[in-house]
C-alpha cells in the first residue's frame, strides 16, 4: 500500500498539470515578490491537504477559491482544513480567483504583508520559524 506522502505527491503533481487560470495567474504574479532565502512552491501535500502555494521556510500557505467555495458543504470542510492547518503552525491566506482578476495588485501587497508585516516594509531574508514540535530546523543543522 502507498503512503500518504506518496499519493498526496501523486496527486500535487497532477494539479500542478492541471491548474487553474487563476492558479496560473498568481504563480506568474509571486514572482514579484521579493522572498529572500526562499521561495513559493505549487500544490505542496500537507498532512493530509494539498495547499495551492506554500513559502514553507515562514510556514505561509496560499489558498485560491473559486465561486463553489461559497457553498455551505464546502465552505465547511475549508474551516475545518484551515484549522487544521493552522493547528499546525501554518498561516493560511484565502482569496477568491475573482480577487485576483480584478485586483492582482491588492492580492500581491495583502502576500508581502504576511511575509514582512506589512506593505511598506522592507523585504529582508526571511527569519526560519521554530517547529511545531520545538526542534530545529533541518536548515539550522537540526
Given at each position: 500500500m502507498?503512503?500518504t506522502r506518496?499519493i498526496?505527491?501523486?496527486r ?5 498539470r492541471n491548474a ?11 514572482k514579484?515578490i ?8 505549487r500544490?505542496?501535500?500537507?498532512g493530509p491537504?494539498?495547499?495551492d502555494f506554500a513559502c514553507?521556510?515562514?510556514r505561509?500557505l496560499?489558498?485560491l477559491d473559486?465561486?463553489h467555495?461559497?457553498?455551505?458543504d ?8 484551515t484549522?487544521?492547518l493552522e493547528n499546525?503552525?501554518?498561516?493560511v491566506?484565502?482569496f ?8 492582482m495588485?491588492g492580492?500581491l501587497d495583502?502576500?508581502?504583508a504576511?511575509l514582512?508585516?506589512s506593505p511598506?516594509?522592507?523585504?529582508a531574508?526571511?527569519p526560519?520559524?521554530p517547529?511545531?514540535d520545538g ?8
Amino acid at each position: 500500500m502507498p503512503s500518504t506522502r506518496k499519493i498526496g505527491t501523486s496527486r500535487s503533481r497532477a494539479l500542478r498539470r492541471n491548474a487553474t487560470d487563476a492558479e496560473q495567474a498568481l504563480w506568474r504574479a509571486l514572482k514579484r515578490i521579493p522572498v529572500y532565502g526562499t521561495h513559493f512552491r505549487r500544490q505542496v501535500p500537507i498532512g493530509p491537504y494539498v495547499a495551492d502555494f506554500a513559502c514553507l521556510k515562514v510556514r505561509l500557505l496560499i489558498e485560491l477559491d473559486g465561486g463553489h467555495h461559497a457553498q455551505d458543504d464546502i465552505a465547511a470542510k475549508d474551516e475545518a482544513r484551515t484549522r487544521w492547518l493552522e493547528n499546525e503552525s501554518y498561516r493560511v491566506v484565502r482569496f477568491w480567483n475573482t480577487e485576483l482578476s480584478e485586483n492582482m495588485n491588492g492580492v500581491l501587497d495583502t502576500i508581502y504583508a504576511a511575509l514582512y508585516g506589512s506593505p511598506q516594509s522592507e523585504a529582508a531574508a526571511l527569519p526560519t520559524p521554530p517547529r511545531p514540535d520545538g526542534r530545529p530546523s533541518p536548515s539550522r543543522g537540526g
